[in-house]
C-alpha cells in the first residue's frame, strides 16, 4: 500500500501563486511516474505535471512556462510551484504514484480554487 498526503490547496486571486505537496509513504525513488492530475467540474481528469522514470518531467501544454514541478527525496514528497493562476486552473488537484511493485496510487485530491 502507498499513502499520498495532498496539502496547498486553496483559494487565491487570478495572478497569485500556491504551492502543492504530495507526502508519499514509500521512497519516491522506487517509481516510475509521480506527480499531479487535476480535474475540473464536469471535466475529464487531465495530467497537469509528472517526472516520469527519473529526472524527466513532462507538463500540459496549459501550464508550462507556469507550473513547475520539483521533488525531494529525502523527503518522499513532491511539489507543485504554480504561479500566474488563472480560474481555468480551478481544479481538485490530485496526487498520482506508479510504483515500481506496488502499483498505481491516488491521494484524495486537494482543491485550487483561482476567483477574485
Known amino acids: 500500500q502507498v499513502q499520498l498526503v495532498e496539502s496547498g490547496g486553496g483559494l487565491v486571486q487570478p495572478g497569485g501563486s500556491l504551492r502543492l505537496s504530495c507526502a508519499a509513504s514509500?521512497?519516491?525513488?522506487?517509481?516510475?511516474?509521480m506527480g499531479w492530475h487535476r480535474q475540473a467540474p464536469g471535466k475529464r481528469r487531465e495530467l497537469v505535471a509528472t517526472f516520469a522514470f527519473g529526472d524527466t518531467t513532462n507538463y500540459a501544454d496549459s501550464v508550462k512556462g507556469r507550473f513547475t514541478i520539483s521533488r525531494d527525496n529525502a523527503k518522499n514528497t513532491v511539489y507543485l510551484q504554480m504561479n500566474t493562476l488563472k480560474p481555468e486552473d480551478t481544479a481538485v488537484y490530485y496526487c498520482?504514484?506508479?510504483?515500481?511493485?506496488?502499483?498505481?496510487?491516488w491521494g484524495p485530491g486537494t482543491q485550487v480554487t483561482v476567483s477574485s
Open positions: 498520482n504514484v506508479i510504483h515500481r511493485t506496488l502499483g498505481q496510487y
Open positions: 514509500v521512497s519516491i525513488s522506487d517509481t516510475y511516474v
